[in-house]
């Protein structure tokens, strides 16, 4: 488009669309913005609260790996973490914006909570666990249904939907901590019935669960019937139409195969961890995930990474707070910075700035 | 008097969903759905508090309306500095919406707690001193009245002055037409780019304002930081609730405030005590409002009643 206005000043840059960028040079993009984005918070915790970078880099590390107890813990947080976003990832690859993830699993960890108070001692203990199994992932499977017909017939934004079934999820399960607790201290204490059973380790069922499904959902989008179809409703509607998918059936069922992944995370939260549930069981993991599975570009298999990333943070930045005094807010200002670098940095994986004076290519 | 005092409430409260719908309504007109906003209204507090806490020294000597004036400036800029990094990296940098939104939400509550906690520790939340200055001129009253102060009038007039610019401008059409296509608006020579930095950082500075007359008007104590988040996703309900029109979010944020206060209210009017348990599903009330709205606008189709056509979607020129 310049070259036809050589009359006019030419703009200092301009935009083009890279072609596909190699993978070890997308993935060094990717490591530089993460180290920049390190660097920077260092030298702004050391100006703003004066903390030593390096002492606070070790304690980043040993907030994950210092101890046995805390490797466990990290893996722990990563499988949950990373459950929710394989939960959400096949929506996404079909452009479906369901940003309720956080609303599904929490009905997901409530339907599991429902089955320990009414059956719980009723029923034998492995009965009981599936019965919650099933009941968590009919309950995600409907959240997401929800949104998801009324996004089928009528092409209701789904964004907005979702958004709001969070908040629906979370008064419904303030409702049901009311009713459950008679003292009304909302607060329920932990249930003695409906564990996971445990193997090894506390969580290594857990952690093992998450492992085998990553797989499953990579072999579900890329090798199957359904993931083709997914890809192709998510690249364009009318593609889909025209080779005779059925857009709104896919809609539907990938939105309830999306729910009740989250509703399975809900199960795991549920009955390998917190053994009961309170209105942050999830604790804005939903959202984190949207971020996790976006910055693995919807890959199971990269998203096992971005997950591990954000994980490390997380409990560094906490392990920061903790060693050096500062308000528990803290990890989240740092998370939120080194988002905002990965996130920035897809920029220079798919576009390429080209300045005025040519030859002069920015990175 | 317990009705009069609910109504008054449900006004004043209202107003914070006022302020931050007002915001995101601009900003979701130029097609940019930000979830940031609970984090912009928090952030946009906390600076109007730092500036408030930077003048305590001077507060017999300056006058009120300098005071509320500085911190009213210290909010917008703030709250416009996380729009500006929102648009940065959605605009400029083509990155996804949704992700840097939610991204902002924790970026910036973030910023809140430790920004707000560190001010309580040092001091003694000393900005509070502001209250009777933002409550004027109603400081004296004793019932809901109180919570009408300044920042009441600026949000009823900015709602207004939006609503005209939007649709009684050029200026505003210009802007609904990024937000409907913005490869269009491009063509016709409208520097869509510019048009979007302007209404978003504009957008999340009114927004800001939410935050800050949460605290230094309706709450006015120091734990309220902890709660804007809540109310700023309220004010993203609010957007769809009323249309995308600020004039409906006048009407809409006294609704969202009925029903958001209704049951501390509902037992002294109705001469009834309510089951505690109720409580959530009050609280409940305002999304599936939401909801139902959301869902009746895309069944009936009118068109002057959709999102923006391009909200969510980032344009690229070389891409049409």
Not at chain 1, 186 to 194: D, E, P, R
Not at chain 1, 262 to 285: E, K, M, P, R, Y
Not at chain 1, 299 to 323: H, K, V
Not at chain 2, 2 to 7: A, F, P, R
Request: glycine letters at 8%; proline letters at 3%; charged letters at 10%.
């Amino acid at each position: 488009m310049d070259n036809n206005n050589h009359k006019e000043k030419q703009p200092l840059f301009h935009i083009t669309k890279r072609n596909e960028m190699p993978v070890w040079q997308a993935m060094s993009v990717r490591v530089i913005a993460v180290m920049a984005a390190l660097l920077l918070c260092m030298i702004l915790s050391f100006i703003l609260i004066g903390i030593n970078p390096g002492k606070m880099l070790v304690s980043m590390i040993t907030g994950s790996f210092g101890s046995q107890r805390r490797v466990w813990k990290f893996f722990k947080d990563l499988a949950v973490l990373l459950c929710i976003s394989l939960a959400v990832t096949p929506a996404f690859r079909m452009k479906f914006w369901n940003i309720g993830a956080e609303g599904q699993t929490l009905i997901g960890c409530l339907a599991s909570v429902a089955c320990i108070i009414n059956l719980g001692g009723k029923v034998s203990e492995p009965l009981l666990v599936i019965i919650m199994l099933a009941a968590s992932l009919a309950a995600g499977a409907i959240w997401g249904l929800i949104p998801a017909i009324f996004k089928a017939i009528w092409d209701t934004n789904e964004t907005l939907f979702t958004l709001m079934m969070n908040y629906i999820a979370t008064f419904i399960v303030s409702y049901y901590l009311m009713v459950w607790t008679p003292s009304g201290s909302s607060t329920l204490g932990a249930l003695k019935y409906g564990f996971l059973p445990v193997v090894f380790h506390n969580y290594f069922l857990l952690i093992l669960v998450v492992v085998i499904l990553t797989v499953l959902i990579y072999v579900y989008l890329n090798y199957s019937k359904h993931g083709y179809e997914i890809s192709v409703v998510g690249e364009s509607r009318r593609t889909a139409l025209y080779i005779g998918i059925n857009v709104k059936k896919v809609i539907v069922r990938t939105m309830a195969l999306s729910g009740a992944l989250c509703g399975l995370a809900g199960f795991l939260i549920v009955s390998a961890l917190d053994h009961s549930i309170t209105t942050n069981s999830v604790g804005g993991q939903g959202f984190t995930a949207i971020m996790v599975s976006w910055l693995a570009k919807f890959n199971p298999l990269a998203m096992a990474g971005t997950s591990a990333l954000i994980t490390f943070l997380n409990q560094g930045a906490s392990q920061i707070s903790t060693d050096f005094n500062i308000d528990s807010a803290f990890p989240n200002i740092i998370v939120g910075i080194i988002i905002f670098f990965i996130i920035g940095c897809e920029f220079f994986i798919y576009y390429k700035v080209n300045f005025r004076h040519k030859g002069k290519e920015a990175k | 008097m317990s009705i009069v005092n609910y109504l008054l409430s449900a006004f004043s409260i209202g107003i914070i969903f006022l302020l931050g719908a007002t915001g995101e309504i601009i900003t979701e007109k130029v097609g940019h759905l930000n979830l940031g906003i609970p984090g912009v209204m928090s952030v946009g507090a906390t600076g109007g508090c730092i500036a408030l806490q930077a003048m305590y020294k001077y507060r017999d000597v300056l006058p009120g309306w300098l005071i509320v004036l500085v911190a009213l400036l210290a909010c917008f800029i703030c709250a416009g500095l996380m729009g500006l990094l929102y648009c940065f990296i959605t605009v400029s940098l083509h990155s996804n919406q949704n992700v840097t939104g939610l991204a902002l939400t924790t970026f910036g509550v973030g910023i809140t707690k430790y920004e707000m906690s560190k001010l309580t520790r040092i001091g003694a939340h000393e900005y509070l001193y502001a209250l009777p200055i933002f409550r004027q001129p109603f400081s004296d009253s004793t019932n809901a009245l109180k919570y009408c102060g300044v920042m009441t009038f600026i949000a009823l007039f900015i709602a207004i002055a939006v609503s005209f610019v939007l649709y009684r401008t050029k200026v505003g059409l210009n802007l609904r037409a990024v937000g409907e296509s913005a490869a269009t608006a491009d063509a016709v020579g409208i520097n869509v780019t510019a048009y979007k930095y302007v209404a978003t950082i504009i957008g999340s500075g009114i927004a800001g304002f939410g935050g800050l007359y949460y605290i230094m008007d309706y709450a006015g104590s120091q734990e309220a930081y902890l709660s804007i988040e809540a109310l700023g996703w309220l004010s993203v309900a609010l957007v769809i609730f009323s249309l995308w029109k600020p004039l409906v979010c006048v009407f809409g944020s006294f609704v969202f405030g009925l029903l958001y206060i209704a049951n501390a209210y509902a037992a002294s009017i109705l001469g009834i005590t309510l089951p505690m348990k109720l409580t959530p599903i009050m609280k409940l009330l305002p999304y599936v409002a939401t909801v139902i709205i959301l869902v009746l606008t895309s069944i009936r189709k009118r068109r002057e009643n959709q999102p923006p056509a391009g909200l969510g979607i980032t344009y690229f020129r070389e891409e049409r």
